[in-house]
């Protein structure tokens, strides 16, 4: 049985999460829509953007699970977490420096690529290590302790981000200076600071040990593949949203400077959510699962739609702060979940497979980015496609609901009701 943890040593396991998250955001939210636009066709610039972020998520899929799944069986005097996560970490520098001084569109595909495959070495045995030492009875307010600090990086990301990187990209290698430096820190205070046990193989062939970890139970954890699909159905709005409001901006609003703008809309919808991943366990606990995951996705459906209305700085701020209210609900309850379905000798296996739905939404709705691109040039000047992006994401936090009641909860107390 585990030994009730810390505040503080949550924070400690979840620090990494702030280097993470402060690069995928920055690069997602600010950095790549704003580089791209500046050197490919104007009218193409979703197409560029959707191809290179889809074609990177798809090795996150790929990778995610699979270093995830190695390390729950990984035979260390250091650990089964920490050598994955330092391995990947140390790569990422090495890309990340390629995205950001190794100049044009080929190297920037590299880069890219290559960082994906790097980070998401080290993510998959990352997501294991809070249910390895955090007990069941404080999985709730690790979870709403790991999304607060998460979306807080994020914020701070896209903000700041999106405020140095100038009006044409003209500060790039700046700006990933900023983010190797952040991961760097962040990603020592975890590794150094968390009390992660020597692990031994207990197979007599430790290649076969690792292979069995592989194997996934279809039938045993269903509630958990319904989980994933909710996970997936909700996000895929969500993450189209991210990666093409800066170019909406761009396009549609006509502003000044694209990236500072996006970066304040992107940091109050992600303020929002921080603010209610905060209560998000609170009201879990008084309301239940269930009726927290309608909640997330009314929020959600609602501020998705009314973002295409918002034809003011102050009125895209009113909505997106309603988005990132539903989008910060949804993960607090979601993580929760997955920690609480996860077998506790393979979280590092199932958690990693969550990122089937967090990436695997990502590759579909920047892929469609070329879509965006059809129905915008067909009818010049109607944006067309920003319309039905907008529009999309709040059917799809809708249909989102439609996916909770398959989800099986694990036996807990009734919620308590004021």
């Not at 280097?19 to 104007?42: E, K, Q, T, Y």
């Amino acid at each position: 049985m585990k030994k009730t943890v810390s505040v503080l040593q949550m924070v400690v396991v979840n620090t990494y999460w702030v280097g993470l998250s402060f690069m995928w955001n920055g690069l997602h939210g600010i950095v790549l829509p704003a580089v791209i636009a500046n050197i490919v066709p104007g009218n193409e610039k979703n197409t560029y953007l959707g191809l290179l972020t889809s074609m990177g998520l798809v090795i996150a899929v790929i990778i995610q699970p699979l270093s995830g799944a190695l390390s729950d069986g990984w035979a260390s005097a250091w650990g089964r977490r920490r050598p994955w996560i330092t391995l990947g970490t140390l790569f990422d520098f090495l890309f990340l420096g390629v995205i950001g001084w190794a100049g044009g569109l080929t190297w920037i595909f590299i880069g890219y690529l290559g960082l994906q495959l790097s980070s998401n070495i080290a993510h998959g045995p990352a997501q294991g290590l809070m249910p390895d030492v955090v007990p069941q009875e404080q999985l709730a307010q690790a979870s709403g302790l790991k999304i607060f600090i998460d979306m807080g990086s994020a914020a701070a990301a896209v903000i700041v981000t999106g405020i140095l990187l100038g009006s044409k990209a003209e500060y790039a290698g700046l700006v990933m200076a900023l983010i190797i430096s952040i991961l760097l820190v962040s990603s020592a205070i975890t590794i150094f600071g968390t009390p992660e046990q020597a692990s031994m193989h207990t197979a007599t062939d430790p290649w076969k040990g690792m292979r069995d970890s592989l194997l996934i139970d279809f039938h045993t954890h269903t509630a958990y593949w319904w989980l994933i699909g909710q996970r997936f159905v909700f996000l895929l709005g969500v993450y189209g949203i991210q990666a093409f409001a800066q170019n909406y901006l761009r396009d549609v609003l006509k502003v000044a400077n694209p990236p500072r703008d996006a970066g304040i809309l992107l940091g109050i919808v992600t303020i929002a959510l921080m603010l209610f991943a905060a209560v998000g366990g609170w009201l879990i606990n008084r309301w239940g699962m269930r009726r927290v995951l309608v909640l997330a996705s009314v929020f959600a459906a609602i501020g998705s739609v009314l973002l295409w209305f918002g034809r003011s700085q102050g009125m895209l701020l009113a909505f997106g702060g309603i988005l990132g209210a539903g989008v910060g609900l949804f993960l607090t309850a979601n993580w929760t979940l997955a920690n609480k379905l996860a077998p506790a000798n393979e979280a590092g296996k199932y958690l990693g497979l969550t990122n089937l739905a967090t990436a695997g939404a990502g590759v579909l709705a920047r892929a469609a980015g070329a879509l965006w691109d059809i129905f915008n040039n067909a009818i010049p000047g109607s944006w067309n496609g920003y319309l039905i992006l907008f529009v999309s994401a709040g059917i799809f936090a809708l249909a989102s609901m439609a996916l909770i009641g398959r989800i099986e909860l694990p036996l807990q107390k009734s919620p308590v009701h004021p």
